[in-house]
């Protein structure tokens, strides 16, 4: 089992950056695909960038491709959303989901049965 902790959301004006950060107490970090979803009011859930712990390959939704970097400092378990050109439809809260099996590319939450409790991002 895993808990999953994020952090880093708030309020940011449109272009700028922000970066949240996932960290993961599991036993077995290297094993997990880690996944950032966001869902804003009245929207569907959205996956937006995963990663595999083991070996850190990165995926990312094509909304935000080019504009996102998610990236791991395995040390301390922790997975990293930077995200830059902030829009305001990029607000949401994001939540960080993981799983033990390895996927390819951005899967639907219903793959995820381990799930952070969120951070909000407001761009204005």
């Known amino acids: 089992h895993v808990q999953l902790v994020e952090s880093g959301g708030g309020s940011v004006r449109t272009g700028g950056p922000l970066r949240l950060s996932c960290t993961a107490s599991?036993?077995?970090?290297?094993?997990?695909?880690l996944q950032w979803f966001r869902q804003a009011p009245g929207k569907e859930c959205e996956g937006v960038a995963t990663?595999?712990?083991?070996?850190?390959?990165?995926y990312y939704g094509d909304s935000v491709k080019g504009r996102f970097t998610i990236s791991q400092d395995y040390a301390k378990k922790t997975v990293y959303l930077q995200m830059s050109s902030l829009k305001p439809e990029d607000s949401a809260m994001y939540y960080c989901?993981?799983?033990?099996?390895?996927?390819?590319?951005?899967?639907?939450?219903?793959?995820?049965?381990?799930w952070g409790q969120g951070t909000q991002v407001t761009v204005s």
């Open positions: 989901a993981g799983r033990l099996s390895r996927g390819c590319g951005i899967l639907p939450s219903r793959q995820f049965p381990y």
């Open positions: 599991a036993p077995s970090y290297e094993r997990y695909y």
């Open positions: 990663i595999y712990t083991g070996d850190g390959s990165p």
